[in-house]
């Protein structure tokens, strides 16, 4: 995700600024910038990688005092990671400078407008139109140009914005993504989080969606985009540095969780227009003419990969094939021009996936990778890529990628099935439910105290069984595999028809069972199979529907989410799978960020 810093102050040099952007190294990037006003002028410099390669591009401005900076860590969106796309942008006169996180959604429309207008763009990023709208609006007045620009933005941003004729200000707004500015007694510090401002103040104001923030020295004034100045509250932080990285978290795992509903928006950004989905990426494939669907993925990503083929083979006509990418790699899969392929990875770099989809492509296909980091390898082996926007995961177990996934993974599987003449109002309440999908999270996300209260009843057991069926399968897996990979408790993950065929055998009182039973078509089969469970002793916790009465008769302890169609269950449920294990982990005193022998992302065979 990107990371935004923009420093007032009379003592300020602009080693300080680029020591304040490395406070936000942490929320990963490809690409750092800076700018400052220097002489009366704008002066710009970016490097791609490391923040200390942009450091060393300015080694002999380092003492130098600067009034006014804004700098930038860039985590690719738009536009590959290289120097021009770095922020921060400029406006054709090089008087304006601006540092964006967040996706613009009709900057395409607006980049026309403007180079109709004559403004000249050097990026491919969302982020240079904003830069050319307020050199657009500006005659004289910073704040107000700014104000009059982002009222033509659709999507999500956190700006900060400063121009060479005004030394003395930086104009902060925010819609959707996050913007904090500490008030240091000399020192007026903007910040995408508190982690760079702790070391000037820890009173700290973070702003709200459409405020619009005018910084000067020692002081802040605030208004509505509508015009209308508001007061907001100075909190005080007492938070170490540490702590302020995993936004006052005990861990990334939970901050990541907890970035659910937020990840959720941002893989939808973009990609809903006048209430159908739309996904731009994919907009010269005809899904009508492709013949079957073929995906390869590993591990977590696998699991999404298995809920698309449910969703698409429920809803469609079409063959969706999924393999673990390890298999499918030494196979001789019936893979040819007519099939297309998707490879789903977060990382975008698991060595098994892309060695997948360099087959798949030699014998014919069209490759879709949907993964999280712009410019990785598997983005640039395949024909069209699909990024998941959740910004970096830091925890190594995938967690809001997990989400992502299926977020962006519904929508494709709606588009599919709308372009293949499936459109029927059960999609229409799939998508309707989707949009609002953000809020239903945040209540589901609520209940992590009471799935700690679980965990601590249940951490000292040394097996567990998840089972599942239709949707609730790969929900199992998933299950299953975030409890044994950061709290090292043996877990299974079967498809519970599949239980009476072996595995029932090993259920006692010492082997409990997490059960997805929401409300759907299978529940009263589900039902069935936890009763078989429940006759050899083992303690069931079911993760069902709201004011599902019927469960009690079956269940020792009972987990709702909100009732939604079913085929949104894999994605409500996600986060209640990861709490369980995140808390287990935690009571067993394993660190979930960094389980051992794991690697985040797993670059050989
Ligand atoms: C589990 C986990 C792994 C990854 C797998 C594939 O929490 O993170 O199972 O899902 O290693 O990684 P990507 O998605 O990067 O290809």
Redesign the pocket.
């Known amino acids: 995700m990107c990371g935004i810093v923009g420093i007032i102050s009379d003592e300020t040099k602009t080693a300080d600024i680029i020591d304040s952007l490395k406070k936000l190294e942490y929320r990963g990037y490809d690409s750092s910038g800076i700018a400052f006003v220097k002489d009366g002028r704008i002066e710009v410099y970016k490097s791609v990688g490391k923040i200390e390669a942009l450091k060393n591009s300015i080694k002999n401005l380092l003492d130098e005092k600067v009034e006014v900076g804004i700098a930038h860590t860039r985590w690719a969106t738009h536009g590959q990671p290289n120097d021009i796309n770095a922020h921060p942008h400029t406006d054709c006169t090089g008087k304006i400078a601006i540092v964006h996180n967040g996706i613009i959604e009709n900057f395409r429309e607006l980049r026309g407008m403007l180079e109709a207008l004559g403004h000249k763009f050097k990026s491919d990023t969302d982020t240079e139109v904003i830069a050319h709208l307020i050199e657009e609006e500006y005659s004289g007045d910073l704040f107000e140009a700014v104000m009059k620009a982002i009222r033509k933005l659709d999507g999500a941003y956190a700006i900060g914005v400063i121009h060479s004729d005004h030394p003395d200000m930086i104009v902060a707004a925010r819609k959707g993504s996050p913007l904090v500015i500490g008030i240091g007694e000399d020192t007026t510090i903007l910040a995408s989080d508190v982690t760079p401002i702790i070391r000037y103040t820890k009173d700290v104001i973070f702003l709200e969606d459409g405020d619009v923030a005018l910084l000067k020295k020692g002081k802040v004034e605030i208004y509505r985009s509508s015009g209308e100045k508001v007061e907001r509250r100075v909190q005080h932080i007492n938070w170490d540095e540490s702590a302020a990285e995993k936004g006052g978290y005990d861990h990334f795992m939970i901050k990541e969780i907890m970035e659910e509903p937020m990840v959720i928006s941002s893989a939808m950004t973009g990609r809903v227009r006048s209430g159908r989905v739309d996904i731009p990426e994919i907009k010269e494939i005809d899904f009508s003419k492709i013949r079957r669907i073929n995906l390869v993925?590993?591990?977590?990503?696998y699991h999404a990969a298995l809920f698309f083929k449910y969703f698409v083979e429920f809803h469609t006509d079409l063959d969706v094939l999924v393999e673990v990418s390890s298999e499918f790699r030494y196979r001789k899969p019936h893979v040819d021009k007519d099939t297309l392929t998707i490879a789903?990875?977060?990382?975008g770099?698991?060595a098994d996936?892309l060695e997948s989809i360099r087959l798949a492509k030699r014998l014919g296909s069209r490759i879709i990778a949907i993964t999280n980091v712009v410019g990785s390898t598997i983005t640039r082996e395949s024909d069209i890529s699909i990024m998941m926007n959740s910004g970096p995961e830091i925890g190594?177990?995938?967690t809001k990628t997990y989400v992502a996934q299926l977020t962006v993974l519904l929508l494709l599987g709606l588009q599919i099935i709308e372009q293949r003449g499936f459109w029927a109002g059960r999609h229409e309440k799939i998508f309707d439910t989707l949009l609002r999908l953000p809020e239903v999270f945040s209540s589901i996300l609520d209940s992590s105290d009471r799935i700690r209260e679980i965990a601590e009843d249940f951490k000292d057991y040394n097996h567990f069984m998840y089972i599942g069926r239709g949707y609730g399968y790969p929900t199992a897996l998933e299950g299953a595999?975030?409890l044994k990979?950061i709290s090292y408790i043996h877990a299974e993950g079967y498809p519970a028809g599949e239980l009476k065929h072996g595995p029932i055998a090993l259920l006692d009182e010492n082997f409990p069972v997490f059960a997805i039973a929401p409300q759907d078509s299978l529940y009263q089969k589900m039902k069935s199979n936890i009763m078989e469970c429940r006759a050899r002793n083992a303690k069931i916790i079911a993760l069902t529907t709201s004011e599902n009465r019927d469960i009690l008769q079956v269940a020792d302890i009972i987990l709702e989410v909100p009732k939604v169609p079913e085929e949104l269950y894999p994605l409500v449920m996600s986060p209640v799978i990861q709490l369980f294990a995140y808390h287990v982990a935690v009571l067993k005193r394993h660190d979930p960020d960094k389980p051992r022998n794991l690697a985040k992302?797993?670059t050989v065979e």
Do not use: N
Not at 297 to 301: M, N, P, Q, W
Not at 344 to 347: A, D, G, K, L, P
């Open positions: 993925a590993c591990g977590t990503s789903i990875s977060q990382s770099e698991t996936t190594v177990a995938a595999l975030k990979e992302s797993v």
